[in-house]
């Protein structure tokens, strides 16, 4: 059952999710300049400050087998922090790691339900041809951390990128059943490589 906005302010208000810092405004404002976060089923969240990439030329393959992905981009790749005055310009057929601004926790309880997410692109964004994540939108329950965006500029045209802008929308659902935990390489994760 995907949560809709009304759900979504409550779960927040309840702690069953937990956004840092919580996007806002909740309602939209009387000034039409202002956008609410909110859509009727999702909740829009912000681009982080760091961009990272393989290097160029790189003489490895990437062996799926071996996992941790930390270990094998840290030493492999690049990273950049970006701001309004040198935002990152993500070439076409270009591929990035950035996360979102927003800090997500999604508890898990054993006397009441549980969140889990999906990251998704926005659409205004994907006319333009960029994907914020390829085959990787679940956000598990009990995950704690900033989401990883893996970003493609499929367009004709740069594009580019400043911290803070709404970049991707997080759709919340309702899981049946507590959960065991069993978290990721990825938890409490701060930065794009995966790394804390």
């Known amino acids: 059952m995907i949560l809709s906005n009304t759900a979504i302010f409550a779960a927040l208000d309840e702690g069953r999710l937990i956004i840092q810092p919580e996007p806002s405004p909740r309602y939209p404002a009387e000034d039409p300049s202002v956008d609410s976060p909110y859509q009727t089923s999702a909740v829009d969240l912000r681009l982080g400050d760091e961009i990272s990439w393989f290097n160029d030329g790189l003489a490895i393959n990437i062996d799926l ?3 941790r992905f930390a270990n094998l981009f840290g030493p492999n790749s690049s990273r950049r922090a970006i701001s309004e005055d040198q ?7 270009k591929f990035v790691l950035a ?4 800090r997500v926790e999604l508890p898990i309880f054993d006397d009441r339900p549980c969140l ?3 990251v998704e692109g926005r659409s205004s964004f994907a006319r333009c041809g960029l994907l ?6 679940t956000i598990h329950a009990g995950f704690s951390g900033r989401i990883t965006l893996e970003m493609i500029n499929l367009g004709p045209v740069p594009i580019l990128l400043f911290p803070g802008i709404y970049i991707c929308q997080l759709i919340i659902e309702e899981v049946q059943g507590i959960p065991r935990r069993n978290d990721s390489q990825f938890q409490g994760q ?3 490589s995966g790394a804390s």
Request: net charge positive; charged share 20%.
């Open 190 to 192: 701060t930065r794009p």
């Open 99 to 102: 996360n979102t601004l927003e």
């Open 87 to 93: 935002p990152y310009v993500l070439m076409p057929n």
């Open 116 to 118: 889990a997410a999906r």
């Open 65 to 67: 087998r071996r996992g």
């Open 132 to 137: 914020v994540h390829f085959t990787a939108p």
